[in-house]
């Protein structure tokens, strides 16, 4: 099967502007999580959807980041603006079901300068 | 709340010798584990997991570990690391029950085999 794909792998944006993730799952995988790292730190929890729906937002830092998940497949985070904060590597993953092992994308590296 | 202590921030080790990565939790509810590893410019990979049943997992690439309740952790051991296993090792908890399927991840560990 095909794996968690998420684009760009790669951006560099300036302090400020708009920048879009974007995460396609797996397919038949309800549940979408998005993490990040922050460098030097752990990997944290953004966001959780089962299908369209948003279970758990704790995560997510601010209100400058804002998920969607279309029809329950692809999913998106945008930044607007972002901040230099915001920099590090956004991991998506999707899960089958609770006690599957959760499958991550090779992650986004975000760069603000 | 959980948390993940992964005590060693670096490990260094030379090829064929045996590793063990550590691993302590703290979870007020039942937990499922997981090790995930991401080698360079990769995303993470499953390397095993512990749900129920039998507290020794075994994992790919020869990896195992051991889930000790009283003890709160779930060490990584490999008896004969290759040059290859250079990479970061996750530990990593989420709740068993209930709504909550977040992962909480330790800090994480590098592993750097030498020849």
């Known amino acids: 099967e095909a794996g968690v794909t998420q684009f760009p792998s790669h951006s560099v944006i300036e302090k400020g502007q708009t920048v879009t993730l974007r995460c396609d799952p797996i397919?038949?995988?309800?549940?979408l999580y998005w993490y990040r790292r922050v460098m030097g730190k752990e990997i944290k929890f953004l966001l959780h959807?089962?299908?369209?729906?948003?279970?758990?937002e704790s995560g997510m830092p601010n209100n400058r980041f804002l998920a969607e998940r279309t029809g329950g497949t692809y999913s998106t985070l945008k930044v607007q603006p972002a901040e230099l904060e915001d920099s590090g590597v956004y991991f998506c993953?999707?899960?089958?079901?609770?006690?599957?092992?959760?499958?991550f994308g090779s992650g986004t590296r975000l760069t603000v300068v | 709340a959980q948390s993940v202590t992964q005590l060693d921030s670096q490990v260094p080790v030379f090829e064929e010798a045996p590793v063990e990565l550590r691993c302590n939790y703290s979870?007020?509810?039942?937990?499922?584990l997981f090790w995930y590893v991401q080698y360079p410019n990769q995303g993470l990979q499953l390397l095993l997991k512990?749900?129920?049943?039998?507290?020794l997992v075994k994992g790919i690439n020869g990896f195992e570990a051991e889930f000790n309740k009283s003890q709160t952790s779930f060490h990584l051991r490999k008896p004969s690391v290759h040059i290859s296993d250079t990479a970061e090792y996750f530990c990593?908890?989420?709740?068993?029950?209930?709504?909550?399927?977040?992962?909480?991840f330790g800090k994480g560990t590098l592993l750097t085999v030498n020849p």
């Open positions: 959807f089962v299908k369209e729906s948003k279970q758990d």
């Open positions: 993953a999707s899960q089958k079901d609770r006690g599957y092992g959760y499958t």
């Open positions: 397919s038949g995988h309800d549940n």
């Open positions: 512990y749900l129920s049943g039998s507290t």
């Open positions: 979870s007020s509810v039942s937990v499922y």
């Open positions: 990593a908890v989420s709740d068993s029950g209930g709504s909550n399927y977040k992962l909480t």
